[in-house]
């Protein structure tokens, strides 16, 4: 499965022709945040709707599963690595930057289940 992510996050696993392909990625992030207000402990739950915040700031609201590659991953990483702060100004904990960036391919790798 991490063979396949990689390739997918590298541009080279084609799922263009796919429906779930067309869906914007922050609508579907979204929903993925909803499902985790629903079923997981609360500090999961915000971290998913922090990572949305930052998401949101930073994708553009139209961009689709077909347009993500290897350059939109590297420019979210060094966003949330760089740029992204937190709502008192100050830059974004190791800790945060971690999480908030797995939360992000975790909604990729579970496009990566769906096509399968």
Same mark, same amino acid.
């Given at each position: 499965?991490? %063979?396949?992510?990689?390739?997918?996050?590298?541009?080279?696993?084609?799922?263009? /022709?796919?429906?779930?392909?067309? !869906?914007? &990625?922050? =609508?579907?992030?979204? +929903?993925?945040?909803?499902?985790?207000? +629903?079923?997981?402990?609360? /500090?999961?739950?915000?971290?998913?709707?922090?990572?949305?915040?930052?998401?949101?700031? %930073? %994708?553009?609201? /139209?961009?689709? &599963?077909? +347009? #993500?590659? +290897?350059?939109?991953?590297?420019?979210?990483?060094? *966003?949330?690595?760089? #740029?992204? !702060?937190?709502?008192?100004?100050?830059?974004?904990?190791? =800790?945060?930057?971690?999480? *908030? &960036? /797995?939360?992000?391919?975790?909604?990729?790798?579970?496009?990566?289940?769906?096509? #399968?």
């Amino acid at each position: 499965m991490s %063979i396949r992510k990689a390739e997918f996050v590298q541009g080279k696993c084609d799922l263009k /022709n796919t429906t779930k392909s067309k !869906r914007t &990625f922050l =609508n579907y992030f979204a +929903e993925k945040t909803e499902e985790k207000q +629903e079923q997981d402990s609360s /500090n999961n739950y915000g971290n998913w709707f922090s990572t949305h915040q930052h998401l949101k700031k %930073i %994708i553009s609201k /139209n961009l689709t &599963f077909d +347009e #993500i590659d +290897e350059n939109l991953v590297k420019k979210v990483r060094s *966003y949330f690595d760089n #740029i992204a !702060r937190t709502k008192s100004d100050l830059p974004l904990s190791q =800790n945060s930057k971690y999480s *908030y &960036f /797995n939360k992000f391919k975790a909604a990729l790798g579970m496009l990566l289940m769906m096509a #399968i």
